[in-house]
């Protein structure tokens, strides 16, 4: 069975902090895809990341990075000196073959950045 | 600035009418969705289009018709729905493949509030 758990249902921080968004996921695949999206009040999903599982190299966007470990499942998501402009809802998803390549996501994270 | 676009934002419209949703892509993706999202919970894939015809129907009741007019253009026709199908309705795009690392490009969603 594919799954994405966020266990963080909700993360408020004052800005300038540094904060980590949580993702676990489920598969059986070999070969799958895990995605990060950003949603604001205004309702578009933007996407920000998309990680194979055949590469396990960090990645660093400006104020954003993301540890992607197939050891332990996860695909963690890092907010570096955080905004206001940063508070959303965060989805992690997961995309395989054996879900005839749907978009599994996680519950999402809404992320509360104060000023 | 997002290139899938939908018409209209916020749509009201009573049990007994008939309305549509409009979205068009032009990232040249030969896949598209609609995806249902209701408050504070992920979006769920209603209907995929693969080269213009339909692939995947998520058993979703009939008072929902999509439509795929041309490899851009995607409708969502509504009719005689329920106050419980007020949600956010996304429509995305991507390129197809089963097995798809594909990235799926989200619009800014119509917002339909049935009452």
């Known amino acids: 069975a594919q799954k994405v758990t966020q266990a963080q249902t909700e993360i408020s921080v004052v800005e300038k902090e540094d904060v980590t968004l949580d993702c676990v996921y489920e598969t059986r695949d070999t070969t799958y895809y895990l995605f990060w999206y950003k949603q604001p009040p205004s309702g578009e999903l933007v996407f920000l990341i998309r990680r194979n599982s055949f590469d396990e190299q960090n990645e660093i966007s400006g104020r954003y990075s993301w540890n992607f470990q197939k050891s332990t499942s996860s695909f963690n998501f890092t907010i570096t000196a955080s905004q206001v402009v940063d508070s959303a809802v965060y989805f992690c998803a997961l995309r395989s073959g054996g879900n005839t390549g749907k978009l599994i996501f996680g519950q999402g994270t809404t992320l509360q950045v104060k000023p | ?115």
């Not at chain 2, 329920?82 to 309705?89: G, K, V, W």
Request: charged share 20%.
């Open chain 2, 1 to 115: 600035d997002t290139e899938v676009t939908q018409t209209p934002k916020h749509l009201v419209m009573g049990m007994t009418n008939k309305k549509s949703l409009k979205c068009e892509q032009h990232m040249g993706h030969r896949a598209m969705y609609w995806y249902k999202q209701k408050a504070k919970k992920p979006p769920e894939l209603m209907f995929v289009y693969s080269y213009e015809k339909l692939s995947i129907n998520e058993s979703v009741p009939s008072r929902f018709s999509p439509e795929c007019p041309n490899s851009s253009l995607l409708n969502l026709h509504l009719h005689a729905l329920q106050p419980e199908d007020s949600a956010l309705y996304l429509c995305a795009s991507s390129q197809p493949g089963q097995l798809s690392g594909n990235t799926i490009y989200f619009g800014e969603g119509s917002w339909l509030t049935v009452v």
